[in-house]
């Protein structure tokens, strides 16, 4: 019996062929792999302004709501200090003027005046708890229809403890100043009373304890005060002789002794104003 020899297996086709390629049996080509091409872009300009805006509405929040918490942290403090303390402002008066000297010159168009005011001042502190200490006091005068100066001085400060009441003088004194005509001439009365004010800047500072604060422009401003010149010495008197021949007047005596003064002892009250500085503007 003759041996049959099968046909070797056949091998499988290529998936082209085996699908049944539109081709007809062709084998497709390899694809080239192309690299994109790189395309630099710009940066996105309206997200950056969204984000700066964002970024400015941000803080400007934050910083109003610091300011807000401070200053309800300030007033609380204050309230917490007033509740407490109680503070209240100094008051002064001037108790008593006199004006002890008075020379006004008849010159119509450069007047010299000489002239010396004495003043007491009482200061009361009506704090509890409150000490205040001053600087020194720059004490002035004028007339008050048109303020024609009428001298200054200086007053070394002092420490005004709690519930005390301090007494002390000021004399303002003018020595030879020229006045303006118009308003010498108008004011000042050789007799007869006139209307004077009287102001006194300082530097004021509180003491609470041991711990003080910073010190503030004060000044104290006293208007309506009334002074009169003094009395001046009367005219020796001739001595007739007995044949009626006129003899050497009587000396005269020293003026400072024979001239008088008159004392204003009503109380006179003074506001008291804090002056704020900011630059170059005091308020």
Known sequence: MADRVYPAAKP??????????GDGGVPPKPQMYQRPIYRPQGPAKGKRGRS?????????CWALLVIVLLAVLAAAAGGIFYLLYRPQRPSFSVSSVRLTSFNLSSSATAPVLTDTIQLTVTAKNPNKKLVYFYDDFSFSAATSANDVPLGDVTVPGFAHQAGNTTIFTATIAAAAVTVDPSGAGSDLKKSGAFSVSVDADTRAGVKVGSLKTKKMDIQVRCDGIKVTPPTPPPAPK???GKNGTALAPAPALDTAETTT????????????????????WTF
């Open 261 to 280: 003064a008159t004392v204003s002892t009503a109380a006179h009250s003074c506001t008291v104003r804090v002056r704020v500085k900011i630059g170059k």
């Open 238 to 240: 001739k001595v007739k």
């Open 52 to 60: 700066c805006r964002c970024s400015f509405c941000c803080t400007f």
């Open 12 to 21: 499988n086709p290529p998936p082209a062929m085996a699908n049944g390629g």
